[in-house]
């Protein structure tokens, strides 16, 4: 279609929702495909199945997954990786201990490092895997006991941010440089909280929404430039949400699913555009989880495990940011809730 008929395009990773002006030939929208039915778009299509293996057929990098609450609500060392190429599963090295309600991040050189777990209390601790080696070892203990934190790698440093010593909810924010294994205590995030969904952007890591208690989820939306060491208050989510999956869609726009909503499961996506600095309209998420991990391979997001309507899941669902559309994946063999999940080796 070109842009005499055409004066504007969709813009992808939005979910339609925004457009911008084509001055040259633009490329014919990606047809909407799948049944009408939010809920019955979940079903398989062979063409959208086609889309994904060209989305990720260039991906050399697994999803990792490892942790959370196991059987019986037993913390759990599983480990174990996506390939979005084979679409398979495999299971790893076992975590050196059992842990859930933490955060994972990925160094610059491919360790994984995981802090601030349950198991069954906040802890110092944390640990890496080298995938050269193929093991974990424990590293440095942070300067504060957590659980519930946001953690993100960036600049060849992973920071650990908020999340709640066992009493009350913590700003306290600290960094383990990778090279040296050495934490640094941090400007503390303005806001304390914990269960907050956590985004890397360039030079600037956003915790989204979280909690001061249980039940009672935040709006707040907060910017760390690492560059300057400053935070910044951004405009609040348009549904408070904790316990959340946060994904982040060509380096620009935060996809946030499922979590607690102020009186239940949240049943919106919520989708923040870091370029215009606003939220965009909410989508109707048809199945919402607390407690699922996210992760995006190019256009898709993995939403993995987690816990539903109907109780705890261990399903593997795909979401097209550019068409809306669900896809079963291949279930994680061993996918608890609260688990970590990132892009690993």
């Known amino acids: 279609m070109d842009a005499k008929k055409r004066k504007t395009q969709l813009i992808p990773g939005t979910g339609g929702l925004v457009k911008r002006a084509v001055a040259t030939l633009a490329t014919a929208a990606i047809p909407r495909l799948g049944r009408e ?52 599963w495999t299971r790893g090295p076992d975590m050196l201990v059992g842990r859930s309600c933490y955060g994972g991040a990925r160094a610059d050189d491919g360790r994984i490092f995981v802090f601030g777990a349950t198991m069954p209390g906040p802890q110092y601790g944390g ?112 549904i408070a949400v904790t316990r959340m999956a946060v994904a982040v869609i060509y380096d620009r726009f935060i996809w946030v699913l499922g979590g607690l909503g102020p009186e239940d499961l949240n049943a919106l996506i919520e989708i923040f555009d870091t370029m215009r600095n606003m939220w965009l309209e ?29 109780g705890r899941t261990y399903q593997n669902e795909i979401l097209n940011t550019d068409t809306l559309t669900w896809l079963p994946g291949p279930d994680c063999p061993n996918c608890p809730d609260y688990a970590a999940a990132v892009i690993g080796y």
């Open 37 to 88: 039915s939010p809920v019955e778009e979940f079903a398989a299509n062979t063409f959208l199945l086609m889309d994904i293996a060209a989305h990720c057929r260039n991906a050399t990098e697994h999803i990792v997954v490892c942790g959370g609450y196991g059987p019986s609500y037993a913390w759990t060392k599983g480990f174990y990786t996506f390939s979005a190429d084979r679409n398979t």
């Open 127 to 238: 640990c890496v895997f080298d995938p050269v080696g193929n093991r974990w070892t424990e590293t440095p203990h942070m300067h504060q006991a957590r659980r519930r934190a946001g953690v993100a790698g960036l600049n060849g440093r992973i920071f650990v941010i908020g999340g709640a010593d066992g009493l009350a909810p913590l700003s306290a924010c600290e960094a383990l440089a990778v090279d040296t294994l050495e934490w640094t205590v941090t400007l503390p995030m303005p806001t304390a909280k914990y269960g907050m969904g956590v985004a890397t952007i360039g030079h600037c890591i956003y915790t989204i929404g979280g909690s001061t208690n249980e039940d009672t989820p935040l709006p707040t939306v907060e910017k760390l430039d690492t560059a300057t060491g400053t935070w910044t208050a951004l405009p609040p989510m348009p």
């Open 282 to 310: 909410p989508k109707i998420n048809p199945a919402p989880r607390v407690g699922a991990s996210a992760v995006a391979v190019g256009s898709m997001i993995y939403v993995i495990g987690g816990y539903g309507r109907r």
